[in-house]
């Protein structure tokens, strides 16, 4: 098992900035691919970014192409998102996971990939 716990979320203005955190515990062997997914109220939800273990490979869904970097100190097994330049509609709740994935199947936004869940921190943005 493995437990994930998120921290870092808050309230900024737009265009502000902020980074979140998830330490993960347990059996962390089971943690070669992470992510960061939110849900905004009344949305289903989506994969923001996902990194393989070594930090090497990384991989992000459009609207946060160039503005959000996922990151992971393996040695800590802590993964970030530094998230920039935000905007009211990055506005949601945001869950970090994992999966005991390999090179072939990782990194990925496919939300039935991932065993394991964090609680979620929340975000909000206002314009």
């Known amino acids: 098992q493995v437990q994930l716990v998120e921290s870092g979320g808050g309230s900024v203005q737009a265009g502000g900035s902020l980074r979140l955190s998830c330490a993960a515990s347990?059996?962390?062997?089971?943690?070669?691919?992470m992510g960061w997914f939110r849900q905004a109220p009344g949305k289903e939800r989506e994969g923001v970014a996902s990194?393989?273990?070594?930090?090497?490979?990384?991989y992000y869904v459009d609207s946060v192409k160039g503005r959000f970097t996922i990151s992971r100190d393996s040695s800590e097994n802590t993964l970030y998102l530094q998230m920039n330049s935000l905007k009211p509609e990055d506005t949601a709740m945001y869950y970090c996971?994992?999966?005991?994935?390999?090179?072939?199947?990782?990194?990925?936004?496919?939300?039935?990939?991932?065993?394991?869940w964090g609680q979620g921190t929340q975000v909000t943005v206002s314009s």
């Open positions: 996971a994992a999966f005991a994935g390999t090179p072939y199947n990782c990194p990925s936004l496919r939300l039935g990939a991932y065993s394991y």
């Open positions: 347990g059996d962390t062997y089971e943690t070669y691919c």
């Open positions: 990194i393989s273990r070594s930090g090497g490979e990384t």
